[in-house]
């Protein structure tokens, strides 16, 4: 691991927040640039002494001035509008802070001469599957403002590679599940099923029980980011890579392997697909392939979903335990 700074936009932040712990146990110097500071998710959470910088990802002035005084010469961008329910509830909102903030990261990068950026993208920029399992040359056919973005951030990084020999790569993500996302979030139903079932409450969700999804841990998620900050500019294929477990489950499916751990848990999912808005049914995709990443990141999960779960679960245990 090399061991230059690295500026974590959106560290205050799920995605974010976990990069810069990974990063710092492994004693690489992190700086955090947000708008709000992260939250501690355990006594010795290391992220707490890291240097934070508050700003907006749309001020580049405060984002020079972090990159700067930080010394940073490598950048994980985190931050963002994230999801599709989001960006269509505001999509001028989700297109300027999603795509002005990437330009500034890459301007930044340009004039300071930086290294590596890393994006966090998302599968959202295929749209609906077309083959299985989706691969990096899978069409882009993105179906909501949120993918619209995140393929626009892609394109605009190979451009600023091609034309200013900026170093960019992209991950795209699927559904992310683990420690640090925040409770009662849009989304977190891995999480809300799980803190149900350790408590003995019932879990109700009216529809959307055969929605299918591909749960990848926290975890997998922040070493695939670390080591697509190291490896070596010749080794790449593309600049995209695909960060998942090539495994798709139902809510239902999903449901039923928490009730593996709590065998009386009372979970009720009604059928059909997710409702994304009103009138807006969340588009199905098949597993993504992550051959691309295993050659080029070795990149392989760690945490399929049993394994995913039973870490979680041992967490927010302790988590409440220790902090009620």
Known sequence: MTHDTVLVTGGGGFIGASVARAL??????????????????????????????????????????????????????????????????????????????????????RSLDLGRIVLISSQSVYGPGQYEPVDELHPTDPDSPYGVTKLAAEKWGNVYASAFGVDFVSLRMPHIYGPGRPAGLRGNVIQDMLEAAQIGKPFHMARGGDQTKEPVYILDITR????????????????????GTGVVLTWKQIAAAIRELYPDATMELGDGPMVVRNGVLEQ????????????VLDYTPHYHLRDGLAHFDKWLTASRAHFG
Not at 83 to 103: H, K
Not at 287 to 295: F, I, N, Q, T, V
């Open 24 to 109: 710092l146990d492994q004693g690489v110097p992190v700086a955090l640039f947000d708008q709000r500071p992260p939250t501690a998710i355990s006594d010795s959470d290391p992220i707490a002494a890291a240097p934070f910088y508050f700003g907006d990802i749309l001020d580049s002035f405060a984002l020079l001035r972090a990159l700067t005084h930080s010394g940073a010469k490598r950048v994980v961008h985190a931050a963002a509008i994230v999801g599709a329910g989001l960006s269509i509830d505001n999509p001028v909102r989700t297109i300027t802070t999603n795509l002005l903030g990437i330009t500034n990261v890459l301007e930044a990068a």
């Open 224 to 243: 695939a980011t670390l080591a697509a900050l190291d490896v070596a500019p010749e080794r790449l294929e593309g600049r995209s890579y695909n960060i």
């Open 284 to 295: 199905p995709l098949g597993p993504l392939s992550y051959d691309r990443a295993h050659r």
